[in-house]
């Protein structure tokens, strides 16, 4: 009875590995799905045309799983004696027959696509706050990150269900092989990553111009667990009738209250 319980305890965790294994794949395949969408994003964008068209028609019926998120008309019209239909995200405005629209025309394609907008934030915050340098990597390359990412879980993943159900030991040392891999790459990006921001931080110093602005509030945010927590302080200023969010010392958040005029360096040209 025992033995009977235990096979049915690992029958129903391979169940379980294999269930995660699949969700994560298919999170994956979203993530390679959404790099060729970016790259394709990226030629009209850079090798595009921008044109104002009529819209003829505008079919709102379901074409792809993608558009049950927002939402989305496929849009005909004409250009050139030619006829196109485009799909068109519409989540703030209703395109009919009739509307004017703006798209990007790709010669080499022979086909048109919606540009994308970007929103940005109406408070600009300084990148020594949540510093990165990915944030300076293009849309498609940070979507190809997340899936090498994805990917590099379901391997192991993989792996892990393929040893416990077939003993194949010699699958558990190609892990290790890639493990390594995967940590020397993670050791040479945060090597990187500290060594952009302490560039970064000295060419603010050693550029900026001192200028005095008025703070308007203060904020501390806790990182990580409360026994090895620690704190970063930033600010939100107002420079040249405009807010921006800015780091500070600990000694600074204690003693700053709104209202107060605190003297900063700020680089014009990289608006920081």
């Not at 969408?37 to 030629?43: G, N």
């Amino acid at each position: 009875m025992n033995r009977f319980v235990a096979l049915l305890g690992r029958i129903a965790s391979w169940i379980g590995s294999f269930i995660i294994t699949l969700g994560l794949a298919v999170v994956a395949w979203l993530f390679w799905v959404g790099y060729g969408e970016a790259r394709l994003q990226r030629r009209f964008e850079t090798e595009g045309h921008a044109f104002e068209i009529t819209v003829t028609d505008a079919n709102r019926e379901s074409r792809s799983w993608r558009d049950a998120f927002g939402g989305v008309a496929y849009v005909s019209f004409s250009h050139r004696a030619n006829s196109y239909t485009t799909r068109f995200v519409s989540d703030t405005m209703w395109v009919g027959a009739g509307d004017r629209v703006r798209l990007l025309y790709h010669p080499g394609l022979d086909a048109f696509r919606q540009p994308v907008v970007e929103r940005k934030s109406g408070v600009r915050t300084s990148r020594l706050v949540k510093w990165s340098v990915a944030d300076g990597f293009s849309t498609e390359n940070k979507i190809l990150v997340g899936f090498m990412l994805m990917a590099t879980v379901v391997f192991f993943m993989s792996v892990g269900l393929l040893v416990s159900l077939t003993g194949w030991t010699f699958l558990g040392g190609l892990a290790r092989v890639v493990l390594l891999v995967v940590l020397g790459g993670a050791a040479v990006f945060f090597s990187y990553d500290s060594l952009g921001y302490y560039r970064y931080y000295q060419h603010l110093r050693s550029q900026g111009q001192p200028v005095e602005v008025v703070v308007l509030e203060k904020d501390k945010t806790a990182h990580g667990r409360r026994s090895v927590a620690y704190y970063t302080y930033g600010a939100t200023v107002r420079l040249n009738d405009q807010p921006r969010v800015i780091p500070i010392e600990e000694a600074e958040y204690e003693t700053l209250r709104p209202g107060d005029r605190l003297r900063v360096l700020y680089d014009r040209e990289q608006e920081d």
